[in-house]
């Protein structure tokens, strides 16, 4: 058995979006080809019924079902940067987590992990008393709950340290910043809508263990889980894409 088969990922998907009449994401449409979900907790998508239904679909295909807690931000779609202290930190993933542990345990499964949305989960990546209150969180939670955190990132260094379980996220659709951030959405390249891009960024972040940034630069990573956006146009279509390359490299799909 050569290295690449021996090679393990976990690809995950921002899931649960719609809220009230408004409808999100291809939820139904990617759930096959992923292996966990994280799903919008009320605070900038996703509302009672949206969890208790994406929760519900994630059971029936065998997906690990995670918290993906965010500011309270609906009409930013929780991407507008807030002032909060690490206590606000630390109760909006315990409030938005509880949530959604609870439509889980009703439908006979457990909360599997966390992975905060947009700003906060960026906000995380760069500040260690944020990043400490998330990692004490999450580690209250329970120990079986594990952190979704961006690979290499404070928030993943913190997270070690403290013993919990994590998973370095890389991102399938995302440019990279030199510092191994996530470059701004509005940023060219910032967005890969181009699914052979994807799929040569991804192979050489669980191949090689390096993403090359917007201006050329490797960056090492820790690719544990893979992100792939559902509310993305194509987001069918690129998890097809990774999934067919997976099997053809001998890539194993598994929660971590």
């Not at 009230?20 to 990617?30: E, H, R, T």
């Not at 609906?74 to 606000?88: A, H, K």
Request: glycine letters at 10%; a neutral charge; aromatic letters at 6%.
């Amino acid at each position: 058995m050569n290295e690449t088969s021996m090679k393990k990922i976990d690809l995950n998907c921002d899931m649960g979006e719609s809220y009230g009449a408004w409808k999100m994401g291809a939820d139904a449409g990617v759930m096959p080809f992923i292996s966990s979900a994280n799903i919008a907790c009320g605070f900038h998508a996703g509302d009672p019924a949206t969890i208790r239904q994406t929760v519900r679909l994630a059971v029936d295909h065998g997906v690990a079902v995670g918290a993906h807690p965010s500011l309270p931000d609906l009409m930013g779609f929780g991407r507008r940067v807030m002032r909060i202290s690490p206590q606000d930190m630390y109760d909006l993933i315990i409030y938005q987590a509880g949530a959604l542990e609870a439509f889980a345990r009703v439908a006979g499964t457990r909360l599997h992990h966390v992975k905060c949305h947009g700003a906060l989960y960026n906000m995380a990546a760069n500040d260690e008393a944020l990043s400490a209150a998330m990692v004490r969180a999450v580690k209250d939670l329970g120990p079986e709950v594990m952190l979704y955190a961006l690979s290499n990132s404070k928030n993943f260094q913190i997270a070690k340290q403290a013993n919990i379980k994590v998973a370095g996220e890389v991102f399938a659709d995302r440019g990279y910043s030199d510092e191994g951030t996530l470059a701004p959405r509005n940023q060219p390249g910032g967005l890969i809508e181009d699914p052979a891009a994807s799929v040569k960024q991804v192979l050489g972040m669980i191949e090689e263990g390096y993403v090359t940034s917007l201006t050329g630069k490797r960056v090492a990573v820790t690719a544990d889980t893979l992100c792939l956006h559902g509310d993305q146009p194509g987001a069918v279509t690129f998890a097809q894409a990774l999934r067919k390359v997976f099997t053809e490299r001998g890539i194993t799909v598994a929660i971590p």
